[in-house]
């Protein structure tokens, strides 16, 4: 009688864990997948199509970014007689794992600086 407890005890923990991986592995993917479409949204801020919009909207990706643009980024003294072409963003992706990022993109070198991200709770 101890015996068949047991297994049926060990059957038990064992259904857990392998739901436990399952579920593991379900979020890493979208984890992953949030991340790959945050990249794609970063990368887009170098489109020239967006240089001239106030309000960025870039195609294909409506539907899983939103990019706020924050303004310009001030320039240092050394370089006052530049034209201005670094802006701040904040971007967010995704529906059941959202990440939320801010980037300055420098339109001029064609180059895109993550400054942080951060997963976003309910």
């Not at 170098?46 to 320039?75: H, N, T």
């Not at 802006?87 to 064609?110: C, K, M, P, W």
């Amino acid at each position: 009688m101890c015996l068949t407890w047991a297994i049926a005890q060990l059957e038990g923990y064992l259904a857990l864990e392998i739901k436990t991986n399952t579920i593991y592995q379900a979020y890493i993917h979208d984890f992953k997948k949030t991340e790959r479409t945050l990249l794609a949204c970063e990368q887009s801020l170098l489109e020239p199509a967006l240089l001239g919009s106030s309000k960025p909207a870039v195609e294909g990706f409506a539907d899983r970014c939103r990019i706020e643009a924050l303004g310009p980024v001030e320039s240092s003294s050394r370089t006052q007689g530049t034209p201005q072409q670094k802006y701040l963003y904040q971007i967010r992706v995704g529906n059941r794992i959202r990440i939320e990022s801010t980037v300055i993109a420098d339109h001029f070198a064609g180059t895109i600086t993550r400054l942080n991200w951060q997963q976003l709770y309910d």
